[in-house]
């Protein structure tokens, strides 16, 4: 049972989490305004405004630095995992999102009854990953200093 407590007192893992799940709703708004439609299936899609994976991995990352110090190797480990997720995300994940465009179009073209289908949004724009990026810190900084782990929440609504 330890182990769970531990768990649940890990105010990083939680506000981390909760970044990412925020940058998935904002999915939804983003393409609300530039398709002025609807889909909240977009929530479980990769790719889009904002990058989920910049702001969970920037949201451990800060909360790593805050708790451990901003001069701790851990810390420098976690920038140098951070910088590696959002260049994959904006470089390679993003060509294989458009080779997958292309292959789609060809394919098309060849045969109008094809059915390939290959998923098109797997990357971001430098914009989507720079927006995730500055959303990870904003929700899970303050959410550690000020509210702290799901562990103090649950405290908070007991007592």
Same mark, same amino acid.
């Given at each position: ?8 007192? #890990? ?5 981390? =989490? ?12 983003? #393409? ?14 990769? /790719? ?5 994976h910049s702001a969970l991995i920037t949201g451990a990352t800060s909360?790593? /630095? ?6 701790? $190797?851990?810390?420098? =480990? ?11 995300? @904006? ?11 292309? *292959?789609?179009? *060809? @394919?098309?073209?060849?045969? &109008?009854?094809?059915?390939?289908? =290959?998923?098109e949004t797997l990357g971001h724009t430098k914009l989507e990953v720079?927006?995730?990026?500055? !959303?990870? $810190? !904003? +929700?899970?900084? &303050?959410? +550690?200093?000020?509210?702290? @782990? $799901? !562990? ?8």
């Open positions: 049972m330890s182990e769970l407590s531990a768990l649940l007192d #890990n105010s990083v893992l939680l506000w981390s =989490l909760l970044s990412c799940l925020i940058a998935q709703f904002f999915k939804i708004i983003f #393409n609300f305004f530039s398709t002025g439609k609807i889909r909240f299936g977009i929530m479980f899609e990769t /790719g889009g405004m904002p990058s989920s909360g790593i /630095g805050l708790q451990l110090g901003f001069d701790s $190797p851990i810390f420098a =480990l976690a920038i140098a995992v951070s910088l590696i997720i959002m260049y994959d995300a @904006s470089g390679v994940r993003r060509s294989a999102g458009i080779q997958a465009a292309e *292959i789609n179009k *060809i @394919s098309k073209k060849l045969d &109008p009854k094809a059915e390939v289908g =290959l998923k720079i927006v995730g990026s500055f !959303l990870g $810190p !904003l +929700i899970t900084l &303050p959410g +550690i200093v000020f509210i702290g @782990s $799901p !562990l103090n929440i649950f405290n908070l609504i007991i007592n």
